[in-house]
């Protein structure tokens, strides 16, 4: 997976401004969430790091390479997107195996690597099921075996947890969180939603009218907000988080 590196990054569209200057990192294997209110420009950044959004002024950069005119279909991005988004007329190994079979792989190494990453992401054998007669939990996993699946520079997620219920969303934050871990997976997790941001990511960027206002560890920035946006916006039930030490 690659580094990606978004400098001085803006995006206006006729009078709204929906990234303002927006600068930061996302290290080899680092899963950065991107935080903040709906309208803050979440959406924008990963279409942008997507090459879906072409930046007014600024640069996206992979490792060392500018790929801020480079379209999307050379960006090597995975994408996971609210309510999976599988494909209902294809069974589960044909799901996976779509991105692999545009990108020309053949048969017998398709077949291989969905087995694989089936069985890494505790869905094996689920190959000649109609992804309809799964659960979410499972849906999910799919979504994330068919974004692996082409070993792409980034992992972008888009609120994938949307339309799970509480339980499960609760789950699957934990094991989601670390199955990116284990994977060393490079990712940008854009998310509403300050617990889960929290707990599935390396770091957070927290966003607000297309700015950053601060990037850091859940823990820097549960412990040192920034500033009082930042403060309000990470107000949580602290006991739920995973770093907080009750004495
Ligand atoms: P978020 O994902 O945080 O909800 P977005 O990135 O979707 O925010 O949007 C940021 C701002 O840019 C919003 O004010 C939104 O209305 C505006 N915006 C996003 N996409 C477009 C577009 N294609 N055309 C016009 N305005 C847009």
């Not at 069974?91 to 077949?111: D, S």
Request: glycine share 10%; charged share 25%; net charge negative.
């Amino acid at each position: 997976m690659a580094r990606v590196t978004l400098d001085s990054v803006r995006k206006t569209y006729d009078d709204t401004t929906a990234m303002d200057g927006v600068s930061f990192t996302v290290d080899d294997g680092e899963v950065l969430g991107v935080l903040g209110p709906s309208g803050c420009g979440k959406t924008t950044t990963l279409r942008t790091i997507a090459g879906f959004e072409t930046p007014s002024a600024g640069s996206v950069s992979f490792d060392d390479a500018d790929v801020t005119h480079v379209p999307p279909e050379n960006r090597n991005v995975g994408l996971v997107f609210q309510e999976y988004a599988l494909f209902d007329n294809m069974t589960v190994a044909e799901n996976v195996a779509f991105g692999l079979k545009m990108q020309g792989v053949g048969k017998a190494e398709r077949r291989e690597r969905v087995t694989d990453l089936l069985e890494m992401l505790g869905i094996g054998g689920f190959e000649d099921r109609d992804p309809t007669t799964l659960s979410g939990g499972q849906q999910q996993r799919v979504g994330l075996a068919r974004a692996l699946a082409i070993e792409p520079s980034i992992l972008l997620l888009d609120e994938p947890m949307t339309g799970l219920d509480a339980k499960l969303k609760r789950r699957l934050q934990t094991e989601v969180g670390d199955l990116l871990s284990d994977l060393d997976v490079t990712g940008l997790y854009v998310t509403h939603d300050q617990e889960e941001a929290m707990v599935m990511c390396d770091r957070v960027a927290v966003m607000n009218d297309g700015r950053v206002e601060q990037i850091d560890t859940p823990r820097g920035i549960y412990e040192n907000p920034a500033n009082d946006f930042v403060a309000e916006f990470v107000s949580l039930d602290a006991p739920d988080l995973p770093f907080v030490e009750w004495a």
